[in-house]
């Protein structure tokens, strides 16, 4: 099949998407990115952050003309950290991305996980549009812009932290924002932190690594505490041999515990950025 026999087809799913979204006031859109192709996956992200973030998106094939317009709502993804590479590799990810959207990375594995008895009923309260801002520049402002801007620029960092905070108390049901919602969103924010560790870049706009290898260790020491080698094989369905050279090559993170059995520790610098990103922070 040939790359625009692909694209063809991922147009026409696309637009069908898309044109379902025309003039739609929803509270959020779910959206798996397992399952598409490295361009499908790249297109669909960046269309919705386009769309999310300026209510607009205009979409031009050979075909048709896709224009949508007065779009409110929010997209949530979920993308396996394997496939993140193909994402932050990209340019899109510097032109569009990157600015419009908030990347939280979730490192605990469900080590006993529970059937889904019924989907919850979410009470999203009052629209957004009603909530007024209550300028605070105190201490947790000032977290919250640090927070942030391990992953925005200055400007989009003003212009997206008012907008979460009035969230807050949106989710709240009040009308004006208190302390209370720069505490919750300085705990909700603490995962964005992480992208530093686990993102290089070898130039200002091109050549960036997601570093699986690195997002896998770390994922097993903070699910596991002190994982044995042998459950790292088993959750990776790796040999002991792959996982101990992939320990040593991250001597930063965790080394590897000589007795039996054999066990990934972890490092200083390691608990310091669980304690960063709120690992294992109370509620």
């Not at 050549?207 to 699986?212: K, S, V, W, Y």
Request: net charge positive; glycine share 4%.
């Amino acid at each position: 099949m040939t790359s625009a026999a692909r694209k063809g087809d991922v147009d026409k799913t696309v637009s069908k998407m898309l044109l379902h979204l025309n003039h739609l006031k929803a509270r959020g859109v779910l959206i798996p990115l397992s399952s598409q192709s490295e361009w499908s996956r790249v297109s669909t992200v960046t269309v919705l952050a386009t769309l999310v973030h300026t209510h607009y998106v205009k979409k031009v094939t050979q075909m048709y003309v896709l224009e949508l317009t007065n779009f409110y709502g929010s997209a949530s993804l979920n993308i396996q950290p394997v496939l993140m590479q193909s994402i932050c590799g990209d340019n899109d990810w510097i032109a569009v991305i990157r600015d419009k959207a908030l990347r939280y990375y979730h490192l605990i594995r469900p080590t006993d996980p529970k059937p889904m008895q019924h989907v919850p009923d979410v009470d999203y309260s009052i629209p957004l549009q009603e909530v007024m801002l209550t300028p605070y520049k105190g201490k947790l402002w000032y977290q919250l812009v640090a927070i942030a801007l391990t992953q925005w620029s200055y400007g989009r960092v003003i212009e997206h932290l008012p907008k979460l905070i009035r969230a807050c108390a949106a989710l709240d049901g009040r009308t004006h924002t208190e302390i209370q919602d720069y505490r919750l969103l300085a705990k909700l924010m603490k995962p964005m932190q992480l992208e530093r560790a686990i993102i290089t870049s070898f130039g200002f706009e091109s050549g960036r690594l997601f570093d699986n290898n690195t997002y896998c260790i770390l994922v097993e020491l903070a699910s596991h505490g002190q994982p044995s080698i042998e459950t790292v094989c088993e959750d990776y369905k790796v040999s002991p041999s792959t996982v101990e050279r992939l320990a040593q090559s991250s001597p930063e993170w965790c080394w590897v515990k000589s007795n039996s059995p054999r066990r990934l520790m972890p490092t200083e610098q390691t608990d310091k950025i669980f304690k960063t990103i709120g690992v294992n922070q109370k509620w």
